[in-house]
């Protein structure tokens, strides 16, 4: 899947690139959206602002064609009804993954360029962990809920990698470079590949053999001329993969709609009805022997966290903890040091965390949610820390690195210390090694614990380490 002879870079509506974006949206049944923007290493008040609208459009079976609008340089308002009418259209079905979030960021975005009510909604829609899981249960006899990252569906179902090492690059930087707009153009791109494979086995398998839409209809023709003759024409080709959309989007698609509250970054929901020790209410239901991650995470906005990952760190994967603070990861550990069960999950619950774990029998308590825990299969640190940032889809960033104190897990201060206030706030509490004062380097307090730490040896090599380990690009 190379997009390189198929990328159009849309920064002016008078550019030949947009007119070409909007024929090509007319001519398009089936769209792949994505977006990119600058990752923020602190909370903030408001959503980040979209720097880049990913729009891959195909245009028949075989040919399709992406576009990077450029929202940082376009007039937002020149292309906002176009973009809402096309998130509205039913004669086109619209792909993402996990595209909620980015629908509220884009949302917000417009609404801070004059553009009063945003967008609301995308219908119809189709997710593509909803095409994997449909893919995965249909070869499998059992039906859990399988959620999987993008990079692990376009490994299984295209056999092909999807690097992400450019997703914590600088977007609001311009040019892009030709990575970053290769990057972007994939990760459109690759959700109609993925359709694509979807539909073909529609067409192959009869997946719709069961609604009754299809009794007698074009499709199963074309389905059963399929069979019969490999070399059908195109015509008829083209006509049952136009069916095929149509039963899709009957069967399979959904909607994205956002709320009042889903506009407000840090709004919280009332959940179910299930009480816990820490007040907090949830829906209860038995989780038996789930291996996968069940999502969204408890810190998502639309479950009213604030978008930060978080994680709680059992006994069994302590050295894990201290690796995700490396990275920049809020990852605490159990208030006791032998903790019950209960108190591990009333901790997870109070503080809108993951618990992460290895021990399978954890996941079969009938009081814990399933986007509450979730189990670690590796036994390496380094191993562990990129499962969890692949299943999770952290982004994390080179600026990210050493930015909380591996001892408590809290944040440094803002500013650097000079060696006198080092050695005042050292008194009685630290000892500063004396090769050190000679030596023009910056030293850093946790906010919690008062620790400091500074940029000698240990410091560069670990950074080194898990710029390594997390192939995070220079770029």
Same mark, same amino acid.
């Given at each position: 899947?190379?997009?390189? #002879?198929?990328?159009?870079? &849309?920064?002016?509506?008078?550019? $030949?690139?947009?007119?070409?974006?909007?024929?090509?949206?007319?001519?398009?049944?089936?769209?792949?959206?994505?977006?990119?923007?600058?990752? &923020?290493?602190?909370?903030?008040?408001?959503?980040?602002?979209? *720097?880049?609208?990913?729009?891959?459009?195909?245009?028949?079976?075989?040919?399709?064609? =992406?576009?990077?609008?450029?929202?940082?340089?376009?007039?937002?308002?020149?292309?906002?009804?176009?973009?809402? #009418? =096309?998130?509205?259209?039913?004669?086109?079905?619209?792909?993402?993954?996990?595209?909620?979030?980015?629908?509220?960021?884009?949302?917000?975005?417009?609404?801070?360029?004059?553009?009063?009510?945003?967008?609301?909604?995308?219908?119809?829609?189709?997710?593509?962990?909803?095409?994997?899981?449909?893919?995965?249960?249909?070869?499998?006899?059992?039906?859990?809920?399988?959620?999987?990252?993008?990079?692990?569906?376009?490994?299984?179902?295209?056999?092909?990698?999807?690097?992400?090492?450019?997703?914590?690059?600088?977007?609001? *930087?311009?040019?892009?470079?030709?990575?970053?707009?290769?990057?972007?153009?994939?990760?459109?791109?690759?959700?109609?590949?993925?359709?694509? &494979?979807?539909?073909?086995?529609?067409?192959?398998? /009869?997946?719709?053999?069961?609604?009754?839409?299809?009794?007698?209809?074009? +499709?199963?023709? /074309? *389905?059963?001329?399929?069979?019969?003759? $490999?070399?059908?024409?195109?015509?008829?080709?083209?006509?049952?993969?136009? !069916?095929? =959309?149509?039963?899709?989007?009957?069967?399979?698609?959904?909607?994205?709609?956002?709320?009042?509250?889903?506009?407000?970054?840090?709004?919280?929901?009332?959940?179910?009805?299930?009480?816990?020790?820490?007040?907090?209410?949830?829906?209860?239901?038995?989780?038996? !022997?789930?291996?996968?991650?069940?999502?969204?995470?408890?810190?998502?906005?639309?479950?009213?966290?604030? /978008?930060?990952?978080?994680?709680?760190?059992? %006994?069994? %994967?302590?050295?894990?903890?201290?690796?995700?603070?490396?990275?920049?990861?809020?990852?605490? %550990? $159990?208030?006791?040091?032998?903790?019950?069960?209960?108190?591990?999950? #009333?901790?997870?619950?109070?503080?809108?965390?993951? +618990? +992460?774990?290895?021990?399978?029998?954890? +996941?079969?308590?009938?009081?814990?949610?399933?986007?509450?825990?979730?189990?670690?299969?590796?036994?390496?640190?380094?191993?562990?820390?990129?499962?969890?940032?692949?299943?999770?889809?952290?982004? @994390?960033?080179?600026?990210?690195?050493?930015?909380?104190?591996?001892?408590?897990?809290?944040?440094?201060?803002?500013?650097?210390?000079?060696?006198?206030?080092?050695?005042?706030?050292?008194?009685?509490?630290?000892?500063?090694?004396?090769?050190?004062?000679?030596?023009? @380097?910056?030293?850093?307090?946790?906010?919690?614990?008062?620790?400091?730490?500074?940029?000698?040896?240990?410091?560069?090599?670990? =950074?080194?380490?898990?710029?390594?380990?997390?192939?995070?690009?220079?770029?």
């Amino acid at each position: 899947m190379d997009p390189s #002879d198929g990328i159009h870079f &849309v920064s002016s509506t008078d550019s $030949p690139e947009f007119t070409r974006l909007s024929s090509s949206l007319t001519r398009s049944s089936v769209i792949g959206l994505d977006a990119e923007w600058k990752p &923020v290493r602190a909370h903030q008040p408001n959503f980040p602002t979209v *720097l880049l609208l990913q729009i891959a459009c195909r245009l028949d079976s075989h040919r399709s064609i =992406v576009f990077l609008l450029d929202l940082s340089e376009i007039l937002l308002p020149s292309v906002y009804h176009l973009l809402r #009418d =096309v998130f509205l259209s039913p004669h086109i079905l619209k792909l993402g993954f996990r595209f909620k979030q980015d629908l509220l960021y884009l949302s917000s975005t417009f609404r801070s360029q004059g553009c009063d009510s945003g967008f609301d909604r995308v219908e119809p829609f189709l997710d593509i962990a909803t095409i994997y899981s449909h893919l995965h249960h249909k070869q499998t006899t059992r039906k859990t809920k399988v959620t999987k990252s993008l990079s692990f569906i376009c490994e299984e179902l295209l056999g092909m990698s999807l690097s992400k090492e450019l997703q914590c690059s600088d977007w609001s *930087l311009r040019p892009l470079t030709k990575d970053q707009r290769t990057y972007a153009a994939i990760d459109a791109l690759c959700l109609i590949e993925i359709f694509n &494979v979807f539909q073909l086995r529609v067409l192959k398998e /009869g997946a719709f053999r069961n609604l009754t839409e299809l009794d007698n209809s074009s +499709l199963n023709l /074309g *389905l059963k001329q399929i069979l019969k003759e $490999p070399n059908i024409s195109s015509r008829i080709l083209r006509t049952t993969f136009c !069916d095929a =959309v149509e039963m899709i989007v009957r069967g399979y698609s959904d909607k994205i709609v956002l709320t009042e509250s889903d506009g407000k970054p840090g709004t919280s929901k009332k959940k179910g009805k299930r009480k816990s020790s820490t007040g907090f209410t949830c829906k209860e239901k038995r989780v038996d !022997d789930i291996d996968e991650w069940r999502g969204p995470a408890p810190w998502d906005y639309l479950l009213g966290g604030d /978008g930060f990952p978080k994680f709680l760190c059992d %006994v069994m %994967v302590e050295g894990l903890a201290k690796h995700l603070r490396c990275v920049g990861i809020d990852a605490a %550990v $159990p208030y006791s040091r032998k903790p019950e069960t209960r108190e591990l999950i #009333d901790q997870a619950i109070k503080e809108k965390r993951v +618990l +992460l774990t290895r021990d399978a029998k954890l +996941l079969r308590h009938e009081y814990l949610l399933g986007n509450q825990i979730y189990r670690v299969k590796s036994l390496l640190k380094n191993d562990q820390l990129i499962e969890v940032i692949e299943t999770f889809q952290l982004k @994390i960033c080179e600026d990210q690195l050493m930015s909380r104190c591996t001892k408590c897990n809290g944040r440094f201060i803002q500013k650097p210390l000079s060696i006198e206030e080092a050695i005042e706030a050292a008194k009685g509490f630290q000892v500063i090694p004396n090769c050190l004062f000679d030596r023009n @380097i910056e030293f850093w307090q946790c906010t919690d614990c008062n620790q400091l730490y500074w940029e000698g040896t240990q410091y560069h090599n670990a =950074v080194q380490k898990f710029i390594d380990v997390c192939k995070i690009s220079s770029a």
